[in-house]
């Protein structure tokens, strides 16, 4: 009964699925035709064995006109059916365009690029990209126009195919850190379907009789005939799904017919294709990992600075020990202790990393291998960047705005759905400021430390933010004092922090994601920070908990464990022995670990609204501004 069960629903899902993408591919447009000359500044980007005949280039360069689009997308008419279902999976074409951080979409054939964005993005070759090249051209090109890219159908295109070892490239590209586990996960997943079906045709599943026996007579009889019939309804459902997701839309894939026939023994055939292909290994790997073994050559207690045995915030010495922890994110070699404060609970990394360990640790995480892991993160986040932006709505309407600690500039693109006519400038360390100039994400850069640039910035801006920045910082009242000195009278500082005092903190230990070792050093209570911009003649105009919470808690306890247990071997400060035997370990594991990651982000999504109409949660937002009268502008 209960694989029966399972296979009706199954069946259900199927169609539910085809439908809800075709209710996605019925909103992507056909190209209509025109008559009008290419403009100069209009370019085409083709993928291999790709033609792009005149009409199709007018036809793209009317409607990106038309539209102000300056990155446009040609999907074939006739684009394969696996490509196809999964484009509508990835790209609602109603809100692709206006949604600043979301990845690039691509039929993986043409695309239509203004010469300006082009020579931004860094385009080099304009024919004969792989699959993979046009994949990756479209999430850059996506983040250099992010709400003046789009998709349109283009019927003139020939349909290429996209060969097994760029379709691994592009999951490669989606799943940095973690495809052996996708790929296991969808192989086991259709194993596990054909073995319930395989069940069910046997004889299994059925209803049992009085005495624990199947029943016999007609009741085995037709129990055997409804497994029968949950067996004919998955094979159905699946083959259907092709035809129910792109009928009645512009899409019609070439091969739908022989996709959809073949589909119950050809998905897990693509499957294993794409699994067995090797990938060419990254040419950057050997460099990182020369240059790692010889840091860790020379031991890692170097890395530290003395300890203290007072309080950086009040000086007071009455320490205790919070709790010891590794570098739960990446593994990188180091043990890390967090003491608080008994008289004012400030938590506080101690002994802190040195220059040369923040250096270190912070290397090659937010850039490089680590990027596109962060960037994932990231880019999820953009609903909680808007929710910080609107903190402002009824204090004050920003002109000028500048986020420390903006790195690629994330909240910043995102901040301008809320303040469209605000002037966002960001201010980081990193040169990927630089990179968020370049895209077009924030106005104008500042490289470089903040207290550093607080008089030449005095008075410029009328909002200051700085979001999970004081944490990371070594001394968070001399970025207190830069923002008092930068904000004129009347201005606005913007400051969101993990919450200390939060209960997860304290009962998940160093499980909790928000401790976030070695890179957060520092761990303000809300009241000490409100007391402290008070003397710097900044009031707190409103303090937000519960509506700041991120609900990734228990999903983060799990996960964190989980990769502890086997960290992933292809970072290249691991030791590269056993490569393929740790990794095949760590697929295992976290395979092992998934019901325990959907139910924590199960229970985390549960919890939320519960959180958010309450006082308390892992995060706070303050809100202060810079009073009129106050001429004092330093800290005790």
């Given at each position: 009964?209960?694989?029966?069960?399972?296979?009706?629903?199954?069946?259900?899902?199927?169609?539910?699925?085809?439908?809800?993408?075709?209710?996605?591919?019925?909103?992507?447009?056909?190209?209509?035709?025109?008559?009008?000359?290419?403009?100069?500044?209009h370019?085409?980007?083709?993928?291999?064995?790709v033609?792009?005949?005149?009409?199709?280039?007018?036809?793209?360069?009317?409607?990106?006109?038309?539209?102000?689009?300056?990155?446009?997308?040609?999907?074939?008419?006739?684009?394969?059916?696996?490509?196809?279902?999964?484009?509508?999976?990835?790209?609602?074409?109603?809100?692709?365009r206006?949604?600043?951080?979301?990845?690039?979409?691509?039929?993986?054939?043409?695309?239509?690029?203004?010469?300006?964005?082009?020579?931004?993005?860094?385009i080099?070759?304009?024919?004969?990209?792989g699959?993979?090249?046009?994949?990756?051209l479209?999430?850059?090109?996506k983040?250099?126009?992010?709400?003046?890219?789009?998709?349109?159908?283009?019927?003139?295109?020939?349909?290429?195919?996209?060969?097994?070892?760029?379709?691994?490239?592009?999951?490669?590209?989606r799943?940095?850190?973690?495809?052996?586990?996708y790929?296991?996960?969808?192989?086991?997943?259709?194993?596990?379907?054909?073995?319930?079906?395989?069940?069910?045709?046997?004889?299994?599943?059925?209803?049992?009789?009085?005495?624990?026996?199947?029943?016999?007579?007609?009741?085995?009889?037709?129990?055997?005939?409804?497994?029968?019939?949950?067996?004919a309804?998955?094979?159905?459902?699946?083959?259907?799904?092709?035809?129910?997701?792109?009928?009645?839309?512009?899409?019609?894939?070439?091969?739908?017919?022989?996709?959809?026939?073949?589909?119950?023994?050809?998905?897990?055939?693509?499957?294993?294709?794409?699994?067995?292909?090797?990938?060419?290994?990254?040419?950057?790997m050997?460099?990182?990992?020369?240059?790692?073994?010889?840091?860790?050559?020379?031991?890692?207690?170097?890395?530290?600075?003395?300890?203290?045995?007072?309080?950086?915030?009040?000086?007071?010495?009455?320490?205790r020990?919070?709790?010891?922890?590794?570098?739960?994110?990446?593994?990188?070699?180091?043990?890390?202790?967090?003491?608080?404060?008994?008289?004012?609970g400030?938590?506080?990394?101690?002994?802190?990393?040195?220059?040369?360990?923040l250096?270190?640790?912070?290397?090659?995480?937010?850039?490089?291998?680590?990027?596109?892991?962060?960037?994932?993160?990231?880019?999820?986040?953009?609903?909680?960047?808007?929710?910080?932006?609107?903190?402002?709505?009824?204090?004050?309407?920003?002109?000028?705005?500048?986020?420390?600690?903006?790195?690629?500039?994330?909240?910043?693109?995102?901040?301008?759905?809320v303040?469209?006519?605000?002037?966002?400038?960001?201010?980081?360390?990193?040169?990927?400021?630089?990179?968020?100039?370049?895209?077009?994400?924030?106005?104008g850069?500042?490289?470089?430390?903040?207290?550093?640039?607080?008089?030449?910035?005095?008075?410029?801006?009328?909002?200051?933010?700085?979001?999970?920045?004081?944490?990371?910082t070594?001394?968070?009242?001399?970025?207190?004092?830069?923002?008092?000195?930068?904000?004129?009278?009347?201005?606005?500082?913007?400051?969101?922090?993990?919450?200390?005092?939060?209960?997860?903190?304290?009962?998940?230990?160093?499980?909790?994601?928000?401790?976030?070792?070695?890179?957060?050093?520092?761990?303000?209570?809300?009241?000490?920070?409100?007391?402290?911009?008070?003397?710097?003649?900044?009031?707190?105009?409103?303090?937000?908990?519960?509506?700041?919470?991120?609900?990734?808690?228990?999903?983060?306890?799990?996960?964190?464990?989980?990769?502890?247990?086997?960290?992933?071997?292809?970072?290249?400060?691991?030791?590269?022995?056993?490569?393929?035997?740790?990794?095949?370990?760590?697929?295992?594991?976290?395979?092992?670990?998934?019901?325990?990651?959907?139910?924590?982000?199960?229970?985390?999504?549960?919890?939320?609204?519960?959180?958010?109409?309450?006082?308390?949660?892992?995060?706070?937002?303050?809100?202060?501004?810079?009073?009129?009268?106050?001429?004092?502008?330093?800290?005790?």
């Amino acid at each position: 009964m209960r694989v029966r069960s399972l296979l009706t629903l199954t069946a259900a899902g199927l169609v539910a699925d085809a439908l809800w993408r075709r209710n996605r591919a019925a909103r992507l447009t056909p190209l209509p035709p025109s008559g009008e000359p290419v403009p100069a500044d209009h370019c085409f980007v083709t993928a291999a064995g790709v033609t792009l005949d005149e009409a199709t280039r007018r036809a793209a360069s009317a409607y990106a006109r038309e539209r102000g689009l300056w990155v446009l997308d040609l999907v074939p008419a006739g684009l394969d059916s696996a490509r196809a279902m999964e484009l509508v999976r990835r790209v609602d074409p109603e809100t692709y365009r206006g949604s600043r951080l979301a990845p690039g979409g691509t039929g993986g054939h043409a695309m239509l690029v203004t010469s300006e964005v082009a020579g931004r993005a860094g385009i080099t070759r304009y024919a004969g990209l792989g699959a993979a090249e046009m994949e990756e051209l479209a999430i850059r090109l996506k983040r250099y126009a992010p709400v003046n890219t789009d998709l349109a159908v283009a019927p003139g295109i020939v349909p290429v195919g996209c060969p097994a070892a760029d379709r691994r490239r592009i999951l490669r590209g989606r799943w940095p850190s973690d495809l052996p586990v996708y790929l296991s996960g969808n192989l086991l997943g259709l194993g596990a379907l054909a073995a319930a079906m395989l069940r069910a045709l046997l004889g299994g599943g059925g209803r049992s009789g009085g005495d624990g026996r199947s029943g016999g007579g007609s009741g085995g009889r037709g129990g055997r005939r409804w497994n029968v019939l949950s067996v004919a309804a998955v094979l159905a459902a699946s083959i259907a799904q092709p035809f129910l997701a792109t009928a009645g839309t512009v899409l019609r894939p070439h091969d739908r017919r022989r996709f959809a026939l073949t589909r119950p023994v050809g998905a897990l055939y693509r499957w294993v294709r794409v699994a067995a292909r090797r990938e060419e290994p990254d040419p950057e790997m050997p460099r990182l990992r020369e240059r790692y073994a010889a840091d860790l050559a020379a031991g890692v207690d170097r890395f530290y600075e003395a300890r203290r045995d007072d309080c950086p915030w009040c000086g007071s010495t009455a320490l205790r020990h919070r709790l010891t922890s590794g570098d739960h994110q990446h593994h990188r070699p180091g043990v890390f202790t967090l003491d608080s404060c008994d008289a004012c609970g400030h938590v506080f990394q101690n002994p802190r990393l040195n220059p040369d360990g923040l250096e270190f640790h912070y290397r090659d995480f937010y850039d490089g291998p680590g990027g596109p892991e962060v960037e994932r993160g990231f880019r999820l986040a953009a609903p909680h960047y808007r929710d910080r932006a609107k903190m402002l709505r009824g204090h004050a309407e920003p002109k000028a705005w500048l986020d420390v600690g903006g790195g690629h500039g994330h909240f910043c693109n995102a901040a301008r759905d809320v303040w469209p006519q605000t002037r966002f400038d960001a201010l980081d360390m990193s040169v990927s400021v630089k990179e968020a100039e370049d895209r077009g994400w924030i106005d104008g850069g500042h490289l470089g430390f903040f207290p550093d640039f607080a008089d030449k910035l005095a008075g410029a801006y009328d909002v200051v933010s700085m979001h999970h920045y004081l944490e990371h910082t070594l001394d968070p009242r001399a970025e207190l004092d830069a923002a008092a000195r930068v904000l004129p009278p009347g201005g606005h500082l913007l400051i969101e922090v993990p919450d200390p005092e939060w209960i997860v903190g304290r009962l998940a230990g160093r499980w909790w994601h928000a401790w976030f070792q070695p890179q957060h050093l520092h761990f303000v209570p809300v009241g000490n920070l409100v007391a402290d911009l008070a003397e710097r003649g900044l009031e707190t105009v409103a303090v937000e908990r519960g509506p700041a919470h991120q609900p990734v808690d228990f999903l983060m306890v799990v996960m964190m464990m989980a990769h502890r247990i086997v960290p992933d071997p292809a970072k290249p400060w691991r030791d590269p022995r056993f490569r393929r035997t740790r990794g095949a370990a760590r697929t295992a594991v976290y395979l092992a670990a998934g019901p325990l990651l959907f139910a924590g982000a199960a229970l985390d999504q549960f919890l939320h609204p519960l959180i958010k109409r309450g006082g308390r949660s892992n995060t706070y937002r303050v809100l202060a501004r810079r009073l009129p009268e106050s001429t004092d502008t330093g800290g005790d």
